[in-house]
């Protein structure tokens, strides 16, 4: 499990005071457990190891004595110290007033000096009541009073060297006073929690209540329990609690489930009586760091991402998607509304995408324009593969690491390096990024959005007009279902260049407008200058296929062109004719780069059917026009590029597969 803790190396407690008040003797009388008669002025810096304190943390502890040191040495060691215990004598009055006087103000210059600690001014105190052996009166009152005025001042405690009463208490307490600090969480005059505090236990609630009734059942109190304290909450204790609760706030319970009213009460309880550790131990098991933001750590778990690998969602990182999308789609409509969609992130800052704007535009959605789970994925698979880091802070927000008692990076499959995939011929990847070139208006953004509907001609006016980059959809590669990303590059100028980030992906999707001849132009310089000598499988598509073809303006036509470079011939593009077949070619591609017999075999059908058709057609028998780009070439063409074809799949060997 992850034991989410800002774990600290080490507490440094220094002890100051007047003269006199017994610094020297309350170590000493730790260390040896019994009262030193003669004690030095300073005792030496002493170290206790781990093992030895209650939290688990190697603290040192470090004496000051005015004849030894000046106020300049003091306030280096203020600064240096995480707590500052003021000790002052009970049986003296003058040594009480001066924690007010000169002590709290010293050590608040001290730190004001330092520029290092921006949280310097809130440099945590104790107050240690020492002698309390010669007096039979308390002083907690006036020290009550102080700790309303002073925030810093985390807690007092009377005790005695001579006794031995209260000396590993009042280390204790100190200790606290660094790892679970009252101030971030509780406001004294308010006797309330702090904003900060409540926005986390908000967060916290919302991530608790599983099946989102705005409730914390026995279900989901216990296994809040056990993922905060890895131990089962015991039916009596929930019951107490619960008792309490009810006993303090009434609308703190209903239907015998804590509500978020009650679960507020009851962490201010905890600070109350002192059992700060409780609710930090929550809000750290939560992410949050000492300031009560979310730790970068723990949004940004560290993961090394080989060149050459990229990254999925893993079968956990889906399940925990889909379970969450379940849970705000309140109407069971299989669709996240704008409003469900707001709720899903409302334990982040903001929501990683825009969901009219993005979410909506980018990914397959119902007939009312809401986002499917479908789509839901699709949007989680394009950012996991884009953006990993934000990824894996959404999942931190969201409670991944809480709901799967593991990191972030259990939600993230990396792929194996591209050089073995190339090896192989076969990509085990299951997300393939296309990079659809072209110049503008060439029909890239039809051609992009028409992976996102079932029936193209859906497609209006104002889907086109949007500056969408990508689209996501799955599609079916021999029997398995891939994620294929859309990217929409645009080409403005022909001799534009593309940068590295533009050229690279699993497969490239050069698209000319076959109506328009001088279109062809920038594809083929693209091809040349960018993907002839790259690995990258590349397919030449012509839109708008039934606006009827021109020639084009190029010293070869496409189909020359695909034959002289041996890639495959042109796939002629129409929204028209609704065919989804593009978007299955670009996958297979995708998956078996540097293979083309696996693309043949899914064209094979094809090119069976078109050399029929090339010899029926030589005899005058053709009856119908088998393909659009058949258009584009002539009979021998077509044989020319069957051979090509079988040869490659008996030999395996071509430019392709250097
Ligand atoms: P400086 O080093 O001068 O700043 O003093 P200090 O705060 O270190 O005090 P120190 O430990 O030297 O104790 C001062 C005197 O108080 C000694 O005579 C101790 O024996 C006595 N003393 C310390 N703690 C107690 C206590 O709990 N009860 C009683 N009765 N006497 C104590
Ligand atoms: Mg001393």
């Known amino acids: 499990m992850v034991v989410w803790n800002a774990t600290r190396r080490n507490v440094r407690i220094l002890l100051v005071g007047d003269p006199g008040v017994g610094k020297t003797s309350l170590i000493l009388s730790l260390v040896s457990e019994e009262f030193p008669e003669d004690v030095p002025a300073k005792a030496e810096e002493i170290t206790i190891p781990a093992n030895v304190t209650p939290e688990q943390v190697p603290t040192n502890i470090v004496d000051y004595s005015n004849i030894e040191q000046t106020d300049e040495v003091l306030s280096e060691e203020i600064q240096k110290a995480h707590v500052v215990c003021i000790v002052y004598a009970v049986d003296d009055d003058e040594t009480l007033d001066r924690i007010t006087s000169h002590w709290l103000p010293f050590i608040r210059n001290s730190c004001n000096v330092s520029e290092k600690e921006p949280q310097a001014l809130k440099k945590p105190v104790v107050l240690v009541g020492n002698k309390v052996d010669l007096v039979e009166y308390s002083t907690i009152d006036s020290v009550l009073t102080i700790m309303e005025d002073f925030p810093e001042v985390e807690s007092c405690v009377e005790c005695s060297a001579k006794t031995l009463h209260n000396i590993s208490e009042m280390f204790y307490y100190a200790q606290k006073a660094v790892l679970h600090p009252t101030s971030p969480l509780y406001i004294m005059e308010e006797q309330d929690l702090t904003p900060a505090c409540k926005k986390s236990l908000v967060r916290i609630f919302k991530i608790c209540d599983i099946d989102g009734d705005n409730l914390l059942n026995d279900y989901e109190l216990n296994l809040f329990q056990r993922r905060c304290f890895n131990t089962p909450l015991q039916p009596q204790i929930l019951d107490e609690v619960k008792a309490v609760i009810l006993k303090n706030i009434p609308d703190g319970i209903f239907n015998d489930a804590v509500t978020l009213k009650g679960f507020l009460f009851l962490h201010c309880l905890f600070v109350q009586r002192g059992r700060n550790e409780t609710t930090w131990a929550v809000l750290r098991r939560f992410g949050y760091s000492e300031n009560l933001e979310m730790c970068k750590e723990y949004l940004q778990p560290p993961i090394k991402i080989p060149p050459g690998s990229s990254t999925e969602l893993s079968h956990r990182g889906q399940q925990f998607l889909i379970a969450l999308f379940e849970r705000y789609d309140k109407d069971g409509d299989g669709a996240l509304s704008p409003d469900e969609h707001k709720m899903v992130f409302s334990t982040c800052p903001s929501a990683p995408w825009s969901y009219s704007t993005d979410i909506r535009k980018s990914c397959p959605v119902n007939d009312r324009g809401w986002v499917t789970l479908h789509g839901w994925l699709c949007r989680w698979t394009l950012m996991t593969l884009i953006d990993l880091p934000k990824t894996l802070e959404y999942l931190g927000y969201l409670g991944f690491n809480v709901h799967e008692n593991e990191s972030q990076l259990a939600a993230i ?228 590029l069957l051979g090509f074809f079988m040869m490659k799949a008996f030999h395996g060997s071509g430019p392709h597969s250097k």
């Open 413 to 640: 499959h990396v792929t194996r390096e591209r050089r073995i995939d190339l090896a192989k011929r076969q990509s085990s990847r299951s997300v393939y990024m296309c990079h659809v070139i072209g110049p503008k208006g060439a029909g890239k953004t039809g051609l992009c959005r028409g992976l996102l509907v079932e029936d193209m001609k859906n497609l209006i006016g104002k889907d086109f007009k949007t500056n969408i980059v990508y689209c996501v959809n799955t599609v079916q590669v021999y029997g398995q279902e891939k994620h294929l990303i859309l990217r929409d590059i645009e080409v403005k100028q022909v001799l534009d260049p593309l940068q590295p980030q533009e050229v690279n992906c699993d497969v490239a999707c050069l698209v000319y407008d076959t109506s328009n001849p001088r279109s062809f132009e920038y594809v083929a310089r693209i091809y040349i200058k960018y993907y002839a000598e790259s690995k990258i499988p590349v397919m030449i598509v012509g839109t708008k296929g039934d606006l009827g073809e021109n020639r084009q303006d190029y010293l070869l036509q496409p189909v020359e062109f695909c034959e002289k470079y041996k890639i495959l011939p042109p796939h002629i593009f129409t929204l028209k004719n609704n065919k989804k077949e593009l978007y299955i070619k670009l996958a297979t591609m995708a998956a078996f780069p540097r293979f083309q017999a696996a693309w043949i075999l899914f064209y094979k059908h094809r090119l069976v059917q078109l050399w029929e058709s090339a010899h029926l057609r030589q005899f005058g028998l053709a009856t119908e026009d088998p393909t659009v780009w058949w258009k584009a070439g002539i009979g021998i063409a077509a044989a020319t």
